[in-house]
């Protein structure tokens, strides 16, 4: 990783431009490239606060690449990646199938007011507990359905089993 210049940074966040802004998502952003062992828990919380307030004016593609940087971390915090998950699809779906960070709450608040490639991102997320299986059940979309029988690492209850083994005998990619 490049020595960054504490200077350049705050000349950025000073900056209320677009690209200040993207720049400096970017130049925070690679700095986690490297697992963040460079950085204190201090710098590390106060590099988490500056993406936070300057996300939602980067373009989609510093918060794609954003997203992409957080998906795995289980220090994200949580705020930023429910952040990403409600943002365009594109942007979305890396922490949607792969962030530790999201609670079940969060991604059935996601199944239920967001759009179908969102729903999709869920179903095939690593792991899908009971009860977002059946938040995406409850769609009633068959392409996501699908997709969440598909993925063998989704835990199903007793009863959305059922309704599905009855939905079985009408619709038959199921």
């Keep these: 990783m490049t020595a960054v210049d504490g200077q350049q940074l705050l000349d950025l966040a000073r900056l209320k431009t677009a690209q200040s802004r993207s720049a400096l998502a970017e130049v925070i952003g690679d700095m986690f490239n490297g697992g963040g062992t460079s950085l204190s828990d201090r710098e590390r919380a106060l590099m988490f606060d500056v993406l936070r307030k300057v996300v939602r004016e980067v373009e989609a593609s510093v918060r794609q690449a954003l997203s992409e940087r957080l998906a795995a971390r289980s220090d994200a915090p949580h705020d930023l990646v429910k952040m990403l998950a409600n943002n365009e699809v594109d942007v979305a779906y890396p922490v949607l199938t792969r962030s530790p960070v999201l609670r079940d709450?969060?991604?059935?608040?996601?199944?239920?007011?967001?759009?179908?490639?969102?729903?999709?991102?869920?179903a095939v997320r690593y792991t899908v507990s009971e009860d977002v299986s059946r938040a995406l059940v409850d769609t009633g979309d068959e392409s996501v359905i699908k997709a969440l029988l598909n993925n063998g690492n989704t835990v199903i209850a007793q009863d959305t089993l059922a309704y599905l083994v009855e939905e079985s005998r009408r619709v038959d990619s199921f």
């Design 105 to 122: 709450r969060d991604l059935i608040e996601v199944i239920r007011h967001r759009m179908l490639e969102h729903q999709l991102a869920v």
